[in-house]
């Protein structure tokens, strides 16, 4: 499965961006998708996943009540809604695929990072 990941930019401190990331084969109903991020000299952070058949949702901490996941099954493609964007949420923001039930993975597909600047 490639993963394709865009909608990353610049925006101001409180603003929203909306990820998407679309797959380039079926997304079977097992797998889970996911978005992490990675800011310069972090480590990678789970930022959100959603159970491809169900839709059960999972957030990081970092993220609860301001970021949305869905999921088109229709278009194979997975959103992240970003609202009240903080410069903590700068970073390299990645979509994932995972085959376990644990939504901590491990993740084994990835797609490339597109960036997100949130500037005061």
């Known amino acids: 499965v490639q993963l394709q990941a865009s909608g990353g930019g610049l925006v101001q401190t409180g603003g929203s961006l909306r990820l998407s990331c679309v797959a380039s084969?079926?997304?079977?109903?097992?797998?889970?998708m996911g978005w992490f991020r990675q800011a310069p000299g972090k480590e990678r952070e789970f930022v959100a996943a959603?159970?491809?058949?169900?839709?059960?949702?999972y957030y990081g901490d970092s993220v609860k009540g301001r970021f949305t996941i869905s999921r088109d099954r229709a278009e194979n493609t997975v959103y992240l809604q970003m609202n009240s964007l903080t410069s903590e949420d700068t970073a390299d923001y990645y979509c994932a695929a995972s085959t376990q039930v644990d939504f901590t993975g491990p993740y084994v597909y990835w797609g490339q990072g597109t960036q997100v600047t949130v500037s005061s």
């Open positions: 084969a079926r997304i079977f109903s097992s797998y889970l």
């Open positions: 959603i159970r491809w058949s169900s839709g059960r949702i």
